[in-house]
Every structure is written in C-alpha cells, then in structure tokens.
C-alpha cells in the first residue's frame, strides 16, 4: 500500500459536473479539507450540455410565481412519486442558488429591468427557467469551476474512482487511478459525495457522454447503499436522429418553449392528439390557444407540445411507429415557419449551429429531424433529503446520482436546480460530519487497498478475450431495444439474460497495450459499473407493473395510483454486483403541501 | 454510402512517436472524431484520445487536422478530398502526453492567476440589476468551450516555448476582457495583463480568432479592446497628466 | 509523473516530434503573398510619388499624398497664377526647404496605416513572417511581441488616429473644393472630382472604423446603459469595424489611384473628362 500516491481530505466528491462542484464549494466554505475527483478534464463535465436553464420560481415575469407553484408543477411532472421534502426544499431554494451565481460572475440574459430574464419550458406554470441563449450549463459550469479555482480548491482531473473504502459500516476512502498514467491513487477522507451524473452509456441512442457510465450508482450499490425509482429513465422526446453519427444528441426544449411545434409526416400538429386526462385542465384544446399563450399566459393554456417530457416522447414514438415519421425515422421540429431567422439566431445560437455543422440543414428554413433520445435517470441513490446521506455513513450523493427528487419524470430545467440545490446541501452536511469526529476518523485497510488494485488490473492478465468496445455495443443494443421506451416482461427477461452473459465476457476480456492513458482499459473497467446498472434499472422496471412517467409498459399501460402510486421500488446489492429489489411506501406530505397538489389550475 | 478512409495518426508519447496508417470503414455524415472511434473499436483499443459531447460543446476532443487545430468531432469527413489520407497529430504546443492526448495544464494555471470576479461596491446585493446590453460583449466571451486551440494555434508560445512563463494567451485575455467588461465588477486588472500576463507579447495575426469553434471575436472584439484599455492607464500622456486614466470609466 | 491537479505547475514534458513546420494542406501562403505584394507596390508608388514633388496638383484637384498643400506655390496655385505643378515647389519654411511637402505630410497617415491593428497583421504575416499563417511555424528564434522598442510604440494608434481624423477632413475638404472649375466657380464635376470624392469616403471610413476610434467613442463605457448616444455610435463604429479589413485595402488602392489621376493630369498626360 506505501507504493500508492495517498492523500487525505475531510470530504472528497466524485465528479466535477453542477453539483460536485457546487458540493465542493460549500464543503470548502465550511471549512471542510475538499478534494475533487473528475475523469474528465475540469470544465468538461455533462452539465455544459444542458442548454435550456435553471427552474427557480424568482417570479421576475410573472409575480405570481412562487416556490408552492413550482412544487406543484415538479410533483405533476414526477406523476406524483417525488419525494416531496426534496421537492419542497428545491423549490424553495432554487432562486437563492440562482442569484448566488451571478455574485460568482454568471451572465444570465436579462429582463428590459435588468433582472435575470425566464423561460418558458415543459410543465412549468410560469416562465422560469434563468438562461443565457441556450448555452445555460455551459455558463453555470464555468461560474462554478471559476469558483472552484478561485477558493483553492483541489482538483484530481482525468483520475478514475473505482471503489469506495470502508471501514465496517463507514466510508472511508476511495480508490482511484490517473487515467494518464494509469497509477493508483487512495484518498483516506470520512466522507465520500457522489456527484457522478448518469447513466445514459448503456443505451445506444443518447444524449450523454461517455462519462455516464453509472459510477456513482455502482459505488454506491456496492457500497451498500439502496437505489430508488431506477425503473424511471427519462427519454428526452427530441434527440437528433441524422446523420447517424450524431444520432441522438440533444436538442433542447427551449425549441418549444419559443414556439417550435412537432409534426408529422402528414404536417399535422400531431401532440394536440396526446392530451392525457391528467393534464387536461392545464393544457390547450386548440392549436389556436396554444399560440395565443405564448404572449398572453394568464388567458391561455399551454401548447401541447409543452407537456412534460415523458408525454411528449411516447407521443413521437406511436407516431414513428405508426408510419407517420420522417425520412429518417423521427418526426419534424419545425420553428423555421413560426419564429423569424433573427429570432431563432439570437434565442437558439448552438442550435443554429449545431444542425448546420453537424446535419448541414438550416433551422431558420427549413423543420428539424428529430426523435427520442435517452437523456436523463430519475432513479438514483436513495437520500435523506435535507442532508443529502445515503444510508451508508459517511457517503452522500447529489444531482443525477441521487434519487427522488424527480419522482418518475423530470421536468425540464428542474435538473440544474437540483444540482444546486442538493450539491449545496450535500456538501455542507459532510463538511459537518466530517468535522464532528474529532480523533475517531475511519481507517483504510490495507487488503482493501490491494485487493482493488488487483481488481483494476485483471484486464492485463488476460488475452484472448473479447474487447470492451464491442461488449459495450452489444449491451448499448440490449438497453436500447428490450429495456427502452416502450417495456414488456419477456423482452426484459431477455435482456436480463443477456445482461448476464456479457458480464461473464466483462469477467474475461483483454485489453490491448498498456496503462498509459489507456481507453481500452478505462472503458474495460466502466464496463462492470454499466452492466450493474443496467441490470438496476431492468430488475426495477420488472418490479414495477404499471405504466407511470419514464416508465411504460406495454403489459401494464395503466397507471396504478392505488398500489403503485404509493410505493417506490428499491435496488441493493453485494458486492459481488448480485441486485435485489423490494417495495417501499412513498414518503407522505404534509396536509398543507398535499393541499397544493390538490388545487386546480 | 460506406467507404474506406485512410487515416494517418500520430502514436507515441513523450519519448518519441510517428504517423501511423490506418484504413477504416466510415459512413455518410461522419466526422473526424467518428473515424477515430472506428479505428479505436476495430484496429487499436488503447488509441489515447479526448472527447467527451461529441457536439462541438464542451472542447475536449482539439487535435490538428491536417494541420489545422480544430474539434474532431465538428470537422466533417465530407468536407475532406475525397480519396486523399487525413492527417491527425496532437496539440503541438502543449506536452504529449499519449497519442493525441496532450497535457494542457498550462491552461489552467493560467486560469488560476486570474483574480476572480469582485463584486463593485455599487450594487454588492443580489439580485443584480444589469442591462442586456451591458452583458452581452461578455456573454459573448463567456461562449468560451475551453477548447484551447487559440491558445494552440498562437504563435507566441506555439513557436516560442520560453515565452509560457510570461504569455497567459488568447483563453486567458478574453477572460480579462470579460471581467473588464462586466458591469458589476470591480476589479482593475489592466496594469496586471499587460505587466505580468503578456498582452503586449500578442501581435494580433489573429490566428487565434481563426481557429475559434465558437465564432468569438477573440482579436477584435477582446484584445484589441484590452490593449485599448491598457493604452488608457498606460501610453496616453493625456489622461496621464490628468490622473483620468487611474480611475475606472463610467 | 506529477499530479495532474488544478491549479497545478505545467509540467516539463516534451512535445509530440511531429515532422516538418506544418502539416497543413491548402495553399496557406498564397494570402500572405498577395497582401505582402499589394503592400510591398503600394510602398513603391509611394516613395516614388512622395520624391516626385511636382505634378501634385491640377487645379481644382490635388493629390491625396501632398495635401494639405503646404508649399508655398500652392498659394499661387490657388490664386491661379499657376493651373498646375509640375515644377519643384519651395517649401514652407522659405526657399532653403528643398525636400517634397510629401515627405512631411505623410507622416501621419502613413504612421496611423503603419501602426493600424489590421496592417500590423497582414505586414507582420507577410514581411515578418511571425506567423507566415496560423499553424506555420515562424522562423525567428526570439520573439517579444510589442512589448519593447520599437514595437512597444504601436501603442501611439491612438494620436495617429487623432491626426488621421483631421487628414480625413482635410481629403474631405479637397473632395469638396473639387466641385469647382479653375476659374473658383461652383457647379464643376470632372472625373477628378469622383476620385477625389472616392477618395475622401473611403479615407474617411477606413479611419471611422478604426479600433482606437471603437475603443474612444464608446467602448471603453463599462455601461452602455448609461450612456445611450455612446452606445449606438459604438454600434455604429463596430458595423463598421467589421470590415476595416477590406477598407484598409479599398482606401489604400483608392488614394494611390487618385495621386495618379491627379499626377497624370498635372503633367498633361490625359485630359480631365468634365460630366458638368
């Protein structure tokens, strides 16, 4: 173990995305030694491709917004299984998150009083998102990476975190290697924040990056913490489905919002035929009064392309699978007919400019290709909402890791609140902790130490094996056809089984070469963290025998509010990667915040 | 529409390396950073390379192309000769690390020396009040995906690597520019970029606002506005005489 | 190998040994070598011209690079003793002055192109070779920047600018002065005055759209909120801006086309086509 490069910190967080950084911030600030372990380089993170905004109920358009509405609207999103401490918390906190950006230099777009100008988005109430163009992540990441910088904070960039270290029931560090050189690293630290983002690299349409290879949930899984709601993917209804090599990355919501309409392949505003029951009341009738909202929102109801995501994706899916789809087998965005070239310029820069790079069409002219895309995990590690804890001592998780928060659908824009809001809160709770123990700190065993180490290694040993890149691809195809949008029993039965033969060529593929910035290799070790979660969210899924947010079942199209409505299906394992799962009753709110769920619109 | 693409990729490390060839299966619409993967997947499993959105976003996957610095996965292989091998070597101003993956960490201590953004004592309390139209020139500098091809391609250090130590780059001045810009700040640092950053060492040949992925106006639109700044309280005998030139304008 | 922590020290490590000064493809020094060629003639004409010190002046018209008129024959000229120079003038400072008012003239604009933020790109690609192109290595061995003598003084734009605002009034004022006939009588129009009148447009956008001039008549406002007239001159001047380019080339060629009109009318070689 002395042959190890070693380090010791009070709270050490793992991912450098919205809300390891802002975790890292608040543990810093109070007083806490903090480290920060990203596999990328610093700035890099996920979060710069989130584009459309921050949901905080600042109530700068519309005064009548506040954190009771956004709650609110965050519940109907999540379909009612958020966990509402979370969802209060976020909601009342967000704006203050907010503003304490710009005091670190954000530049959000302004309102003519000069106040940070809002947005509207799916299944928000009131314009609310704080943006700038619709490069929104991009601005907050650099804000809180200048802030990092700023206060000293210790970055460990391109470092890969393959085990957490415990000493009996309590965290006590973790087990890294540089991705440079392929070294080890052990960080003793008594608190461990999980700020790992997702899991969208196991499916094969996507809008994540390679990092989102579930991490943070495997660690955690093996850890001994539970996962919740992992059955709850969230399919982002427009993806880019041409050419193929950017098939599936984002286009954002903010197309919509500023009055973008899908179509079909018969140019019919096919959303106004997808109105659910449950949404009926806040939602236009007409494609007429959907217009007219955009500038008149007290007098008028929404589009019906602004329903929340999960509505809008399935929406797109019966529509491709009916035979109404486009050319390249998604349906059409079109702004280029309803908002003017200088508009869509000014409001939707990268837009603009992603299609005409990347798919050589001009969305100031003519309708975009669009189609569903996998993009977020509402399920996550199960916290306690105030302090953020996992049920492990000493480890803690916030943003995409955590769950609950979004219940089985996330609102757009509510992700880089929640970053905010819980990195905030999860960094502050271990800084706590951590200065709590005096002179009882954890200790590291050594053979844990070793016996990571060792793990890490096993590809070298072997050759002959088959090659990570391609075990990959073939899980990415599983998740994709037998665990998507759309789920049945048999098929996720199958790709259970399949998941379990590519775990035993996980356990015997080669890599190539040596440790020296090795992708083979880094990819060979994600592969056993992508798997684990796969097998999560399929053992979930199985679990949940009703249709409800980013979960739809084909032998189960109902949503069940009796049974289902009032549970959460949890997911442990050993740490052998063997996964459990068992039923939990949803958390209840309090009487005056289930009043607000009950109000009409 | 599959066809072969001949590759050439530069392999090695610190100690040395060379163009090696490849020939890959690509398909319509594929770009550089694709053609790459392909050749990681099928040919050579541990080929180093950065990437990370694959959209132009987040300014990981930098290399030269040809010889031109740009993003792998915005530069699109119908853009290329047909028929004709594509060239990819590393960064050339920075150290090799494997590959096509370069230590840029020279950037980011650069990052680290710039003084943070400071509140001015005018408005100290959020929420901020701020014009659109005092926010955008920012905004537009804060597009900035940290790509680190001007700081590549700009031969002040490209050509020069003794100039590292005294040259913060074109990164680094629009990052001045931005805070100089900013309404709410209240921070001086204009003696400090051209004293101890290098501003002065640019010749603005614009290499830098050439290689921008993001379009910003790196030259003209920050740079030169600095050095207009620093002409302020430094080189105008004017304003010198009359002590304007100390005081922040309005 | 060191941490990579940020902030952390660079490390030392070695470049990739990639061959040959660059790897580019394209034809990257065919823009260096017509603006250095553009540049190097006009250089030529110039110096040329500036020595000639007669044939400046044909009545009404008179060559962009001798004017103001400051030698003392131009008085005559003006009183129209004389129609046209085309002899050595005598100097200002009395008949000793025997070097071409040129000489002295030029100083200024030629100082504010000299020390402009576009040429000093194009002359230091092109002449310099500091880069040839982007991503071509250059051959010096050291390289300071501006940031010691002589370079440090293209700092000094700013007074250049000034002096070529007042040069730009002056081409103006000649342009307009070029309406009369040779007799002082309003109501001519020859093809002088079209080229003198092209002259003054392009002289006068050129220094408009100059970087010092952005940098003075409103980007230098931390808030342009405050300052709405400012703001939209700004907006103005920054249109402009964008092309300082092409109106560095367009007004260079301009004024040396417009000395030789009025170099070749001067000395009798073509005739003043009159519209009017």
């Known amino acids: 173990m002395a042959d190890y490069e070693k380090h010791a910190y009070d709270v050490v967080v793992i991912g450098a995305g919205g809300s390891g950084l802002r975790a890292a911030i608040a543990a810093h600030e109070a007083g806490a030694r903090t480290a920060v372990i990203c596999k990328s380089l610093l700035g890099k993170a996920h979060t710069v491709m989130a584009e459309g905004g921050i949901a905080a109920a600042m109530g700068n358009l519309y005064p009548d917004d506040n954190w009771q509405v956004h709650f609110r609207d965050t519940m109907r999103g999540g379909k009612l299984l958020n966990h509402w401490r979370m969802a209060e918390l976020h909601a009342k906190e967000a704006p203050e998150r907010v503003w304490e950006l710009e005091q670190w230099g954000a530049l959000f777009d302004r309102t003519p009083d000069g106040l940070i100008s809002q947005r509207d988005f799916g299944g928000h109430r009131y314009a609310r998102l704080a943006h700038v163009g619709d490069r929104t992540g991009l601005e907050m990441i650099r804000t809180l990476q200048q802030r990092t910088v700023s206060l000293g904070i210790d970055v460990y960039m391109e470092c890969t975190v393959t085990d957490l270290l415990k000493d009996g029931d309590r965290v006590a560090g973790v087990f890294a290697y540089w991705r440079e050189s392929g070294r080890f690293i052990v960080f003793e630290t008594p608190t461990v924040i999980l700020a790992t983002g997702g899991i969208g690299k196991s499916w094969k349409v996507t809008s994540n990056s390679w990092e989102y290879t579930g991490d943070g949930h495997a660690l955690a899984l093996r850890a001994g913490a539970t996962l919740v709601n992992m059955e709850f993917v969230q399919f982002h209804p427009t993806g880019m489905v041409w050419p193929p090599s950017v098939r599936g990355l984002l286009v954002t919501e903010s197309v919509r919002g500023d009055g973008g309409v899908l179509r079909n392949s018969q140019g019919r505003r096919f959303m106004y035929d997808y109105i659910p029951d449950f949404f009926k009341a806040e939602t236009s009738d007409s494609e007429a009064e959907g217009d007219r909202w955009y500038t008149d929102k007290v007098n008028n109801r929404r589009p019906a392309e602004l329903l929340p995501r999960d509505e809008v994706a399935r929406a797109i899916n019966n529509e491709i699978k009916e035979g109404r789809g486009s050319p390249h087998g998604g349906v059409f965005l079109d702004i280029a007919s309803r908002r003017s070239p200088e508009y869509i310029k000014k409001r939707l820069p990268s837009m603009y400019h992603q299609f005409m790079e990347l798919a050589e069409v001009d969305i100031t002219k003519e309708p975009m290709e669009i189609g569903p895309t996998c993009h977020y995990v509402m399920g996550g590690v199960e916290v306690d909402p105030d302090s953020a804890a996992s049920i492990v001592t000493g480890l803690y998780a916030a943003g995409e890791v955590a769950g609950g928060m979004h219940g089985s659908n996330r609102l757009g824009g509510n992700s880089l609140s929640d970053l905010l809001v819980f990195g905030r809160r999860a960094g502050m709770h271990a800084a706590e902790f951590a200065s709590g123990l005096s002179s009882a700190r954890p200790q590291i065993a050594a053979a844990d130490v070793e016996a990571a180490a060792a793990a890490a290694l096993e590809p070298f040993e072997r050759e002959g094996g088959e090659n990570a890149y391609s075990i990959h691809q073939s899980l990415q195809q599983v998740m994709q056809d037998l665990v998507g949008i759309i789920r049945r029993e048999p098929e996720m039965q199958e790709a259970l089984a399949t998941i379990n033969d590519l775990r035993a060529k996980t356990a015997h593929l080669s890599v190539e070469g040596h440790r020296q910035y090795n992708p083979g290799w880094h990819l060979a070790l994600d592969l056993r963290n992508m798997l684990l979660v796969s097998e999560s969210v399929a053992r979930a899924a199985l679990e949940r025998k009703e249709s409800r947010g980013g979960h739809t079942r084909d032998d189960y199209p109902m949503t069940d509010n009796d049974y289902w409505g009032k549970r959460n299906v949890i997911v442990e394992a050993d740490r052998d990667d063997h996964v459990r799962v068992r039923q939990q009753p949803l958390p209840v709110p309090p009487p005056e915040l289930a009043a607000l769920l009950e109000e009409q619109h | 529409m599959a066809y072969d693409l001949k590759l050439r990729i530069w392999r090695g490390d610190a100690s040395g390396g060379e163009l090696v060839d490849y020939s890959v299966p690509v398909d319509e619409g594929e770009v550089v950073l694709d053609a790459v993967h392909h050749v990681q997947a099928m040919a050579s499993g541990d080929l180093a390379v950065r990437w990370n959105c694959k959209a132009g976003k987040c300014g990981s996957c930098s290399a030269e192309v040809n010889g031109r610095p740009r993003l792998m996965c915005l530069a699109r292989l119908s853009t290329f000769p047909p028929g004709e091998p594509i060239t990819i070597t590393p960064l050339r101003t920075f150290p090799v690390i494997r590959d096509l993956v370069t230590d840029v960490s020279f950037n980011y201590v650069k990052a680290a020396q710039v003084p943070a953004f400071t509140p001015s004592k005018d408005q100290p309390q959020a929420p901020f009040r701020m014009q659109q139209v005092d926010v955008e020139r920012s905004q537009e500098f804060r597009k900035c995906i940290e790509c680190f091809l001007c700081q590549n391609t700009c031969h002040v250090i490209r050509d020069h690597e003794d100039n590292k130590e005294a040259f913060a780059g074109p990164r680094s001045f629009i990052r001045y520019a931005e805070l100089e810009m900013h309404p709410n700040d209240g921070l001086d640092r204009r003696r400090l970029v051209q004293e101890e950053r290098g501003l002065g060492m640019c010749n603005i040949t614009k290499c830098c606002t050439e290689v921008c992925p993001e379009s910003i106006k790196i030259t003209d639109n920050a740079i030169i506005p600095m050095k207009e700044r620093v002409v302020d309280v430094k080189y105008d005998p004017v304003r010198f005489l009359s002590r304007r030139g100390r005081t922040k304008p309005g | ?276």
């Open chain 3, 1 to 276: 190998m060191a941490a990579p922590v940020a902030p952390a020290q660079p490390r030392t490590g070695a470049r990739a040994a990639i061959p040959g000064r660059t790897l580019r493809t394209d034809r990257w020094w065919v823009s260096p070598a017509i603006s250095g060629g553009v540049l190097a003639a006009f250089a030529v004409y110039a110096t040329w011209a500036a020595f000639q010190n007669s044939d400046y002046f044909a009545r009404p018209y008179i060559s962009p690079l001798y004017s103001p008129c400051i030698a003392s024959i131009c008085e005559r000229a003006r009183s129209g003793a004389v129609h046209g120079i085309h002899v050595p003038s005598i100097g200002i400072f009395g008949p000793w002055w025997g070097i071409s008012p040129a000489i002295l003239i030029l100083i200024f604009p030629l100082g504010f192109r000299i020390t402009c933020y576009y040429y000093r790109k194009t002359y230091y690609r092109s002449f310099w070779l500091s880069p040839p192109a982007c991503a071509v290595a250059e051959p010096h061995k050291r390289y300071t920047g501006e940031t010691r003598f002589p370079l440090i003084l293209q700092n000094i734009h700013r007074y250049f600018f000034y002096a070529a605002a007042l040069f730009a009034a002056l081409n103006t004022y000649d342009a307009v002065v070029s309406f009369r006939n040779t007799r002082d009588q309003w109501g001519h129009m020859g093809l002088g005055t079209l080229v003198l009148c092209a002259n003054a447009v392009m002289l006068s956008l050129y220094t408009v759209s100059c970087h010092s001039c952005r940098h003075i008549i409103g980007g230098r406002l931390k808030h342009f909120s405050k300052h709405p007239i400012r703001f939209k001159a700004w907006g103005v001047v920054s249109k402009l801006n964008k092309h300082h380019m092409e109106l560095a080339w367009v007004s260079l060629v301009v004024v040396a086309l417009a000395d030789l009109y009025v170099r070749l009318v001067a000395s009798g070689t073509i005739h003043d086509p009159r519209f009017f």
